[in-house]
């Protein structure tokens, strides 16, 4: 008994180090996933060797230890540690520096403690990102009466119940069809080289009948043979019958596998849109600050990638993952039941170093990769970087230097690119070495049964067929392994973006801001209050919490990782009132806060001391919404898309008809300059409006809010790219609108001779109002407003001189915190 109970305990240990071995083909949901990106025990070793080599630990450097464990240690993309950073705090070069020393003197059981940490919290972030994406791939049904939500509770829809319950139950049809389809191929896929072996068997004569030519009839496979031997009319016929069926059989494999390609491209398609919406939604409510920081070329890339590598894991778990353990699993159970345990044990100890060898190579290719593709961006880089410049290469005859630069970085890419070329060789030979050393070793074990009459030839073709057939997919391992695990560095990016939060949000009591509902304590009205208002930039803001280092190394190297520097003081305790319907203007040298205000009143940010009402109301406890709907903005710095100029200006009112389009042309005096174009209102006006002048494109802007209609109207800089005669005739169009309309209009200018004529000009200086008052009472004041006036004036108004350097738009040193709709 107990000679009898080893064997089955070493098959049930195999069989689970079996499946191990195979979730180690990189399994989204699997513990031995998130393992796989933990970095080797070999890098914290080396932590613990110079902890040994370290005699002595000051009580700082312990102390230190202990908040980076607290923190936790981050883990880049390359399985190395690196310091771990503060939350919400920049990490200086002496920071680096300090931590990475602490690191260094860890002792070895802190090393073991902290490598459990991190993989406790990758595993925590990707089983994350596995449940994200099991709420599209398994979609909830709502309850009746519920409306669409997106995976962050935004609502991006509002459909009939039975739709939305209609589209969950369809996906959870297709998911359940997908298994079934991919089942079902994998079993006539296994069958496949069983009726090989019937066929081999049956033409060798090995199944003539009981006792002809020495078959084991003892053989379940040869039973089923031998009955279909009976079965047929002809003998001769059973081989074209097995044949045929062995070809149907391999024909019907292949519809299966592309079938169940069919059935769930639309599971996965329906994630990737569900989830590229929801994030553009999410992108699209962060605030002005984020959008100052973040590089738009990096973003695009990080939502792109995003998408694709949800597709490719959803592909890799439906199509090679589960398909894959599922067949070694199968043809285990087979080589035990059929052949023996030694087998078996050889089947599995093949696939387990077959694995174990493809992922420790291809970690080790991933980090070439890495240098090749650094190699390859900086190589076209500067390809980018030497065509923008072209003007200045030819200006200085350097075009031959330009070369030697790029034929460099080429050189460096080169060299990167044969060490990748050189590591796949390596890693297809130890494939093919590692398979045929176990197929040539199963193929003895299963010839020396035929030798002793325990099997028949068609069982050394089967073998050798299940292997092969298995050898198809493991061919694949590497690959998919590391393309797995760039998919999920690619989709924590994702996360992480999607993690980050707006700092200006509504709050729970916000109710909508109505402009014409009258003024007072019962109404909302468009009278504008400063009240005691403080505020300075941040340029940056931390990262997300919980992000692994991989992603945050991604984050930096796309150049959305944001660290918070301190906040320069731009207002100071500014207050003053804009009355309902008044024009107002405030001017003030560059940097004094004038383009701030604007920025406060649209909601960009909340002021960080003070108050800022609008119509008697904090405008806090006013929804975001209904704030910017009701202010029309005109700014210094004109964006437009790549359409039609018609498209750019109804973009201020999408409901607008093309005759308020022309009249509000008209108003801008836009319409002629569009007539007189080839086509009219469908000219095209090129990446950021680059085809249209300056003073073109100001003029698309103004028209695009006076179609807005809105009762508040902001202008900064206005004029600043239009000839004086246009610019007097639009600062005349923009006061008839206030008139007419009941505007209360807020104009940000330099060129003082254009706002003369507002009811009231504010002016500012270092954050603060020094006067207040029309332009008769400031000028009879002789105080910091009739310096400016006079300055102008005796610097020839005409030629375009401004009030300090007419860079109102940098209130921060580095920054375009202009205002772009």
């Given at each position: 008994m107990i000679?009898?109970?080893?064997?089955?305990?070493?098959?049930?240990?195999?069989t689970?180090?079996?499946?191990?071995a195979?979730?180690?083909?990189p399994?989204?949901?699997?513990?031995?996933?998130?393992?796989?990106?933990?970095?080797?025990?070999?890098?914290m070793?080396?932590?613990s060797t110079?902890?040994?080599?370290?005699t002595?630990?000051t009580?700082t450097s312990?102390?230190m230890t202990?908040?980076?464990?607290?923190?936790?240690?981050?883990?880049?993309r390359l399985g190395?540690?690196?310091?771990?950073?503060a939350r919400g705090?920049?990490t200086t070069?002496?920071a680096t520096?300090?931590?990475?020393a602490?690191?260094?003197?860890?002792?070895?059981?802190?090393?073991?403690?902290?490598?459990?940490?991190?993989g406790g919290?990758?595993?925590?972030?990707?089983?994350?990102?596995?449940?994200e994406?099991?709420?599209?791939v398994?979609?909830?049904?709502?309850p009746?009466g519920?409306?669409?939500?997106?995976?962050?509770?935004?609502v991006?829809?509002?459909?009939d119940d039975d739709d939305v319950?209609?589209?969950?139950m369809?996906?959870r049809?297709?998911v359940?069809a997908s298994?079934c389809l991919m089942?079902?191929?994998?079993?006539v896929t296994?069958?496949?080289?069983?009726?090989?072996?019937?066929?081999?068997?049956v033409?060798?004569?090995?199944?003539?009948?009981?006792g002809?030519?020495g078959?084991?009839?003892?053989?379940p496979?040869s039973?089923a043979?031998?009955?279909?031997l009976?079965l047929?009319?002809?003998?001769a016929?059973?081989?074209?019958?097995l044949?045929?069926?062995?070809?149907?059989?391999r024909s019907l494999s292949?519809?299966?596998?592309?079938?169940?390609n069919?059935?769930?491209?639309?599971?996965?398609?329906?994630?990737?849109?569900?989830?590229g919406r929801?994030?553009f939604d999410?992108?699209?409510?962060?605030?002005?600050?984020y959008?100052?920081?973040r590089?738009t070329?990096a973003?695009?890339?990080v939502?792109e990638?995003?998408?694709?590598s949800?597709?490719?894991?959803?592909?890799a778990?439906?199509f090679?993952?589960?398909?894959t353990l599922v067949?070694?699993?199968?043809?285990s159970v087979?080589?035990?039941?059929?052949?023996?345990t030694l087998?078996?044990?050889?089947v599995?100890?093949t696939?387990?170093?077959?694995?174990?060898y493809?992922?420790?190579?291809t970690?080790w290719?991933s980090r070439?990769?890495?240098?090749?593709?650094s190699?390859?961006?900086?190589?076209?880089?500067r390809?980018?970087?030497?065509l923008?410049?072209?003007?200045?290469?030819k200006?200085?005859?350097n075009?031959?230097h330009?070369?030697t630069v790029?034929?460099?970085a080429?050189?460096?890419?080169q060299?990167?690119?044969?060490?990748?070329?050189?590591s796949?060789?390596?890693l297809?030979?130890?494939q093919?070495?590692?398979?045929?050393a176990?197929?040539?070793?199963?193929m003895?074990?299963?010839l020396?049964?035929?030798?002793s009459?325990?099997?028949?030839?068609?069982?050394?073709v089967?073998?050798n067929?299940l292997?092969?057939?298995?050898?198809v997919?493991?061919?694949?391992i590497?690959?998919?392994y590391q393309e797995?695990?760039?998919?999920?560095i690619?989709m924590?990016a994702?996360?992480?973006?999607?993690?980050?939060?707006?700092?200006v949000?509504d709050?729970p009591?916000?109710v909508?801001?109505?402009?014409?509902s009258?003024g007072?304590?019962g109404?909302?009205?468009t009278?504008m209050?400063?009240?005691?208002?403080e505020?300075?930039y941040?340029?940056?803001?931390?990262?997300?919490e919980?992000?692994t280092?991989?992603?945050?190394?991604?984050?930096?190297?796309?150049?959305?990782?944001?660290?918070?520097?301190?906040?320069?003081?731009i207002?100071r305790?500014?207050?003053?009132?804009?009355?309902?319907?008044?024009?107002i203007a405030?001017v003030?040298?560059?940097?004094?806060?004038?383009?701030?205000?604007?920025?406060l009143?649209?909601?960009?940010?909340?002021?960080?001391g003070?108050?800022?009402?609008?119509?008697?109301?904090d405008?806090?406890d006013?929804?975001?919404?209904?704030i910017r709907?009701a202010?029309?903005?005109v700014?210094q710095?004109?964006v437009l898309?790549?359409d039609?100029i018609?498209?750019?200006i109804r973009?201020g009112n999408l409901?607008?008809?093309?005759?308020?389009?022309?009249?509000?042309?008209r108003?801008?005096?836009?319409h002629?300059?569009i007539?007189?174009?080839p086509n009219g209102?469908?000219t095209i006006?090129?990446?950021?409006?680059l085809?249209?002048?300056?003073?073109e494109?100001?003029?698309?802007s103004i028209a695009r809010?006076i179609l807005?209609?809105?009762?508040i109207?902001?202008c900064?800089e206005p004029t600043?790219?239009l000839?004086?005669?246009?610019e007097?005739e639009?600062?005349?169009?923009l006061k008839?609108?206030?008139?007419d309309?009941?505007?209360?209009c807020?104009i940000?200018?330099?060129?003082?001779?254009?706002?003369?004529?507002?009811d009231?000009?504010v002016?500012?200086?270092?954050?603060?109002v020094?006067?207040?008052?029309?332009?008769?009472?400031?000028?009879?004041?002789?105080?910091?407003?009739s310096?400016?006036?006079?300055y102008?004036?005796?610097?020839s108004?005409e030629?375009g001189?401004?009030?300090?350097?007419?860079?109102?738009?940098k209130?921060?040193e580095?920054?375009?915190?202009?205002?772009?709709?």
């Amino acid at each position: 008994m107990i000679a009898d109970r080893r064997p089955r305990r070493a098959i049930r240990r195999t069989t689970a180090a079996a499946a191990a071995a195979a979730s180690a083909i990189p399994l989204l949901l699997s513990s031995a996933a998130c393992r796989a990106f933990v970095p080797p025990s070999s890098t914290m070793a080396s932590a613990s060797t110079a902890a040994a080599a370290t005699t002595t630990t000051t009580t700082t450097s312990s102390s230190m230890t202990m908040a980076g464990r607290r923190r936790g240690i981050a883990v880049d993309r390359l399985g190395g540690r690196v310091p771990p950073v503060a939350r919400g705090g920049a990490t200086t070069s002496a920071a680096t520096t300090s931590t990475t020393a602490t690191a260094t003197s860890l002792p070895a059981r802190s090393s073991t403690r902290d490598r459990d940490e991190i993989g406790g919290t990758t595993r925590r972030r990707y089983l994350r990102i596995a449940r994200e994406l099991g709420r599209h791939v398994w979609p909830a049904l709502p309850p009746r009466g519920a409306a669409a939500t997106a995976p962050d509770n935004v609502v991006v829809a509002v459909v009939d119940d039975d739709d939305v319950r209609g589209a969950a139950m369809e996906v959870r049809m297709r998911v359940v069809a997908s298994v079934c389809l991919m089942l079902a191929g994998k079993a006539v896929t296994i069958t496949t080289p069983f009726l090989f072996k019937m066929l081999v068997d049956v033409v060798g004569g090995g199944i003539g009948g009981v006792g002809e030519g020495g078959g084991n009839i003892a053989d379940p496979t040869s039973r089923a043979a031998h009955s279909a031997l009976l079965l047929v009319d002809s003998p001769a016929r059973l081989p074209v019958l097995l044949l045929l069926a062995y070809g149907l059989c391999r024909s019907l494999s292949s519809l299966l596998r592309e079938y169940t390609n069919v059935v769930f491209s639309h599971v996965a398609q329906s994630a990737i849109r569900n989830f590229g919406r929801s994030t553009f939604d999410h992108v699209h409510s962060l605030d002005l600050k984020y959008h100052l920081d973040r590089n738009t070329g990096a973003l695009s890339r990080v939502l792109e990638r995003g998408s694709r590598s949800i597709s490719f894991a959803l592909n890799a778990m439906v199509f090679n993952t589960l398909p894959t353990l599922v067949e070694v699993l199968v043809v285990s159970v087979l080589m035990m039941r059929r052949f023996g345990t030694l087998h078996a044990l050889t089947v599995l100890a093949t696939i387990v170093s077959y694995c174990a060898y493809t992922i420790r190579i291809t970690r080790w290719r991933s980090r070439m990769r890495k240098d090749m593709i650094s190699s390859e961006n900086a190589a076209a880089g500067r390809v980018s970087d030497s065509l923008l410049n072209y003007e200045t290469v030819k200006y200085f005859n350097n075009e031959r230097h330009e070369g030697t630069v790029y034929e460099r970085a080429l050189r460096e890419y080169q060299g990167m690119a044969l060490k990748a070329a050189s590591s796949l060789s390596a890693l297809n030979f130890g494939q093919n070495a590692i398979f045929s050393a176990g197929l040539t070793i199963v193929m003895y074990l299963t010839l020396r049964d035929v030798g002793s009459g325990r099997a028949t030839v068609g069982d050394l073709v089967l073998v050798n067929g299940l292997l092969f057939q298995l050898s198809v997919p493991l061919n694949f391992i590497g690959w998919v392994y590391q393309e797995v695990r760039q998919a999920l560095i690619d989709m924590e990016a994702m996360f992480q973006l999607r993690d980050t939060r707006p700092e200006v949000v509504d709050t729970p009591h916000a109710v909508a801001y109505d402009p014409y509902s009258g003024g007072g304590d019962g109404g909302h009205g468009t009278t504008m209050e400063f009240d005691g208002v403080e505020f300075g930039y941040e340029t940056t803001s931390s990262n997300a919490e919980g992000t692994t280092a991989a992603a945050t190394r991604a984050a930096d190297d796309e150049g959305l990782s944001r660290r918070s520097t301190a906040a320069r003081p731009i207002l100071r305790k500014t207050s003053f009132t804009i009355p309902q319907g008044k024009t107002i203007a405030i001017v003030g040298s560059s940097g004094c806060g004038k383009s701030t205000l604007l920025r406060l009143l649209y909601r960009f940010y909340d002021p960080q001391g003070g108050c800022i009402r609008i119509g008697g109301r904090d405008v806090r406890d006013y929804t975001t919404e209904s704030i910017r709907r009701a202010i029309a903005v005109v700014p210094q710095d004109v964006v437009l898309f790549n359409d039609s100029i018609g498209y750019n200006i109804r973009y201020g009112n999408l409901a607008a008809s093309w005759e308020e389009v022309i009249e509000a042309s008209r108003k801008a005096h836009l319409h002629d300059i569009i007539m007189r174009l080839p086509n009219g209102y469908d000219t095209i006006v090129g990446e950021r409006g680059l085809k249209m002048s300056g003073g073109e494109k100001q003029r698309v802007s103004i028209a695009r809010a006076i179609l807005k209609r809105a009762p508040i109207l902001l202008c900064d800089e206005p004029t600043s790219s239009l000839d004086s005669r246009t610019e007097s005739e639009i600062m005349n169009n923009l006061k008839e609108i206030g008139n007419d309309e009941n505007v209360t209009c807020v104009i940000v200018a330099h060129r003082l001779s254009t706002i003369m004529d507002c009811d009231e000009i504010v002016v500012m200086d270092e954050g603060r109002v020094i006067e207040q008052g029309s332009h008769d009472e400031l000028m009879r004041a002789g105080g910091r407003y009739s310096e400016l006036v006079a300055y102008q004036r005796s610097h020839s108004l005409e030629d375009g001189a401004v009030v300090g350097d007419g860079d109102a738009q940098k209130e921060i040193e580095g920054v375009n915190e202009s205002l772009i709709l």
